[in-house]
């Protein structure tokens, strides 16, 4: 079956800008993570959305970052005045729910949107 | 959040096996661990997951011993293939917010 779709790719943008970048995750999974990438370094958790609870939003390092998630299935991860530290890879994961007695979900990942700032 | 702890990098040779271990210990009581692989340019995809004592599959098997503060990751007999960035994964206490860590780059060599 399908797996967890991002677009862009890539996107390019100048410094001051918004962004957005779209993540479709697997159709049924009720958890959607968003994740930061740079370069080199491990994955750095931003947000998570959970049915219809509300999102935990801890980890957005600054009040420039947003995220919706429409109808329980589509996410957009918003970028407000871009800046060139913000250049980095954003990752998607689904998940199909949290496993019964954890907290542990296996994630299914998309394939990331490069982001770069000049 | 909880913080897991690996090697930054390993080397090794085609055929050979390859153990990565990973310390957490502020895992969660009821959490599995959970260990993803990341090739360049992909997202991290799930290789296997355990709570305690071993855990087997196809690509590889996991040991967590009683205490469950660490966990050891062994690939049998890599090939170039196998060349990719390992991660465990583990929540903390009271969090359901999985920490990733930097990981550990496995290299295979000919």
């Known amino acids: 079956g399908a797996g967890v779709s991002q677009s862009p790719s890539n996107k390019v943008t100048e410094k001051g800008k918004d962004v957005e970048l779209r993540c479709d995750p697997i159709s049924g999974h009720t958890a959607l993570y968003w994740y930061r990438q740079s370069l080199g370094q491990g994955l750095e958790f931003l947000i998570y959305f959970q049915g219809n609870s509300a999102p935990d939003k801890s980890g957005l390092p600054s009040d420039r970052f947003s995220a919706e998630r429409t109808g329980g299935s589509v996410s957009t991860l918003t970028i407000q005045r871009t800046q060139q530290e913000d250049s980095a890879v954003y990752l998607c994961?689904?998940?199909?729910?949290?496993?019964?007695?954890?907290?542990?979900?296996?994630?299914?990942f998309g394939p990331g949107t490069r982001l770069t700032v000049l | 959040l909880a913080k897991t702890t690996q090697p930054i990098s390993m080397d090794s040779y085609e055929g050979q096996e390859v153990n990565i271990t990973c310390s957490h210990n502020n895992i969660a009581t009821n959490d599995y661990i959970t260990w993803y692989q990341q090739f360049p340019s992909q997202g991290p995809r799930f290789i296997i997951q355990g709570y305690k004592t071993k855990v087997t599959n196809e690509v590889a098997s996991l040991f967590i011993p009683a205490d469950r503060k660490s966990s050891t990751l062994s690939l049998p007999r890599v090939s170039l293939s196998d060349t990719a960035v390992y991660y465990c994964l583990g929540t903390s206490r009271g969090s359901y917010i999985p920490t990733f860590g930097r990981g550990t780059s496995l290299i295979v060599h000919p």
């Open positions: 994961a689904s998940s199909l729910r949290r496993a019964a007695g954890t907290n542990t979900d296996t994630q299914y």
